[in-house]
């Protein structure tokens, strides 16, 4: 894993929501809505986040994940010189740039024409999961391997750390082995992170030679294990996550552009601390999705524009989001301080140390230290068995509380100790 990644905490957007661009290509040519974004970095930087992870920002006809042309910035975000004022003023504040990659499929209308789709036994192009306008490359042509690693070193020459691969589960992992060395002997220090769903992420990043892959498994333990009051859930799926670290360190999350905000998510709101305090104490290189630190509501649904209430424009200024939002956005800076103040949790082994339905404790451990988190989902305060003797608080739901290991009913304690 690259070092920088380590420490990374990044704040994912949707630039074509977030700058309430237009849904089709061809309805608003020539505008500069990445501006709009590069004033929003400060308040990324104030939330404590060290990356900026962004959608799609390539020329496409609609949601940005039809790409047209992978080496021009969608006119409906501007130009090239906005993109590259964008990663310079990023990295004035120590924010890296990772972008959106899509090359399991592109837009019928490619710019590099349809030689390079695949074809179904019948001669038909295949597509993308019933999309038909989502046509899907033929990733055994060696063309597409080199046009791939050109985009890739492309934005990576422009001063990006890294990528994002959209749909990497449908991409054959021997295709990353074609199109990666290339691309780590000019940026040894590029950060390569495949969304996969499900299956076997171990063997997928062994196969591919990516660094990382999203870790689809604990975000869906997280918000199931609070909405049934099933803790033995969340468990099962650390065992999982924890044996994925002998490997490599998946990128972790608990919203992001393709699923209901967390807000809708929870049957109960008292809970969305809970689900943070877990992103942020697990191992993991963990991402914000922009309004879910605002609390967020947004509910995906199956059918033509299902998207748009999770992918919102966001306002001109922070001054202009809704006053119910900034203690939401608190929480979130307190236990991203947390995490930044303990980066070795990055890679802490969590084991269970005590757990019933509505109560659990994970002790989560590293040569530096160790972290305990007491979570409670239940009604009546919880007195967990354990002994916290040299102890401290590091971060609580109720500022004042001491070292113990009793917690409010909904409550939630995180305690460490150092080696």
């Not at 799609?56 to 021009?72: L, M």
């Not at 975000?219 to 294990?225: L, M, N, Q, T």
Request: charged fraction near 25%.
């Amino acid at each position: 894993m690259v070092r920088w990644a380590e420490h990374a905490i990044f704040w994912h957007v949707y630039p074509l929501g977030f700058t309430g661009a237009p849904r089709a290509a061809a309805e608003s040519p020539g505008q500069h809505r990445l501006r709009r974004l590069a004033d929003w970095l400060d308040y990324a930087v104030e939330l404590g986040c060290s990356g900026l992870l962004l959608g799609p920002v390539f020329a496409s006809e609609t949601h940005g994940y039809d790409t047209v042309d992978h080496f021009r910035i969608d006119p409906r975000l501007g130009d090239e010189q906005d993109f590259d004022r964008l990663v310079a003023a990023a990295g004035e504040r120590g924010l890296r740039v990772v972008l959106d990659g899509v090359f399991n499929h592109v837009s019928a209308r490619f710019a590099q024409g349809r030689d390079w789709f695949r074809r179904r036994p019948d001669g038909a192009y295949d597509v993308f999961e019933g999309h038909h306008h989502l046509v899907a490359l033929d990733h055994a042509k060696p063309a597409v391997a080199e046009y791939v690693t050109r985009v890739l070193n492309h934005w990576l020459d422009r001063g990006v750390s890294g990528w994002r691969l959209d749909a990497a589960y449908a991409v054959p992992p021997e295709f990353w082995q074609r199109v990666l060395p290339a691309v780590r002997e000019r940026h040894p220090d590029a950060w390569l992170v495949g969304e996969v769903l499900h299956g076997d992420y171990t063997a997928y990043v062994e196969r591919s030679g990516l660094d990382s892959v999203t870790q689809y498994e604990l975000w869906k333990a997280i918000w199931s294990s609070l909405n049934d009051g099933n803790f033995f859930e969340l468990a099962w799926a650390l065992k999982r996550h924890v044996a994925l670290l002998d490997v490599f360190v998946p990128q972790t999350f608990v919203g992001n552009h393709d699923v209901t905000r967390l807000a809708s998510r929870l049957t109960d709101e008292r809970h969305f601390a809970h689900a943070l305090v877990l992103l942020t104490t697990l191992a993991g290189v963990p991402s914000i999705y922009y309004g879910d630190e605002q609390a967020f509501r947004g509910l995906k649904e199956e059918r033509e524009g299902g998207d748009d209430a999770i992918r919102p424009a966001f306002p001109r200024e922070p001054g202009e989001l809704a006053p119910f939002g900034w203690p939401t956005y608190r929480l979130h800076q307190r236990l991203i301080g947390m995490r930044r103040r303990h980066p070795w949790l990055v890679r802490a082994h969590t084991s269970v140390e005590h757990l019933t339905n509505r109560a659990v404790a994970l002790r989560s451990l590293a040569a530096e230290g160790e972290v305990l988190t007491l979570l409670n989902i239940g009604d009546e305060p919880y007195r967990f068995p354990l002994d916290v003797t040299g102890f401290s608080v590091i971060a609580t739901a109720s500022p004042g509380d001491r070292p113990g290991s009793t917690v409010p009913g909904h409550g939630w304690l995180v305690l460490a100790k150092y080696a």
